[in-house]
């Protein structure tokens, strides 16, 4: 028969018990250096705060929000974590490489890249333009892809790239072609990258938020947010956190076995 222990002894044995078992109860990013694109607000902004807390040191991207940048930094610098603002428009191919360059050149190395900077304008097929086709794939497709290539340039054995797509990538909605579509490409991107890049044991790591509240989308929220809630099954919005928390894990030791997919963090909504 199960002897039955007080909790604290419990939490104790199952610690030993997994120790023994050779699992790594908490993953160690601390000293790891990562770039986070479009971090002066929302979810980017999020998952730099995070990753510094883990222990990363962060470079803060941001296109046009200086003061945005500065404040997140100061954030993470004074929860003792370190951190740079660095200006680079992610939609400009020769501002990519001197991003990179800044993470070396502040920090000495690169081993993480959070591709997260992208643009989201409603679309349908009547207001669709060549012009709001080219402002999302430069930044959400082209964009990422060749931030992803001159990382992988500099990242070591170890590394990981994670980008973040959509629920709409799956899921689309007729208000947005343009943006659904720019997310379809990323998850097959983060496929094929993570094809090329695994025998260099770089992972690539998908992570698709649900509707997450953030100063890109508060207008929209105003009008979506009961009916978002009301198909989200764990009953609420996503917030910045909720996205980070799984790039925290995602970027992990423990999720060393994990590339080439992407996951969903939704709350269980289905767009
Ligand atoms: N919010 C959601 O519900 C949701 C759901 C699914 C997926 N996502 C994805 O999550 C990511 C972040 O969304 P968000 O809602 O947090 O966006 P947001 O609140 O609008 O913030 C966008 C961030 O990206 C930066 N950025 C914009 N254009 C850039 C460029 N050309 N180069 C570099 N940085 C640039 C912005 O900085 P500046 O102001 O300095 O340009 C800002 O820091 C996007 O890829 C989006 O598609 C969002």
């Not at 109860?25 to 990753?51: C, M, N």
């Not at 892809?145 to 990382?151: C, K, N, R, Y």
Request: with cysteine.
């Amino acid at each position: 028969m199960c002897e039955r222990l007080p909790q604290k002894d419990k939490v104790h044995a199952w610690t030993t018990i997994l120790k023994n078992w050779g699992v790594k109860l908490l993953s160690d990013l601390k000293g790891k250096v990562a770039i986070v694109t479009g971090s002066s607000k929302g979810i980017g902004a999020g998952i730099a705060e995070r990753l510094a807390a883990d222990g990363v040191c962060v470079i803060v991207n941001y296109s046009r929000s200086a003061e945005d940048a500065a404040t997140v930094v100061e954030r993470i610098t004074a929860a003792g974590g370190k951190a740079f603002a660095v200006k680079a428009n992610l939609s400009e191919p020769a501002e990519i490489q001197p991003l990179i360059d800044a993470a070396l050149r502040h920090f000495g190395k690169l081993d993480i890249l959070v591709n997260n900077a992208g643009v989201y304008k409603v679309d349908t097929l009547d207001t669709l333009s060549a012009e709001s086709f080219d402002e999302h794939y430069n930044l959400n497709v082209r964009g990422l892809l060749l931030a992803t290539q001159a990382a992988a340039r500099v990242l070591p054995s170890g590394g990981v790239v994670v980008n973040i797509s959509s629920g709409l990538a799956k899921s689309p909605h007729p208000n947005l072609h343009v943006y659904c579509s720019t997310k379809g490409a990323v998850d097959t991107l983060t496929r094929s990258l993570a094809m090329e890049l695994g025998p260099r044991k770089i992972r690539v790591v998908g992570i698709a938020p649900g509707f997450t509240a953030t100063e890109g989308n508060a207008e929209s929220a105003k009008q979506a947010a009961e009916r978002i809630v009301a198909k989200t099954p764990l009953g609420r919005v996503g917030l910045p956190k909720d996205i980070a928390a799984t790039v925290s894990y995602a970027v992990s030791l423990d999720a060393g076995w994990i590339t080439g997919t992407t996951i969903d963090v939704a709350g269980g909504m289905v767009f």
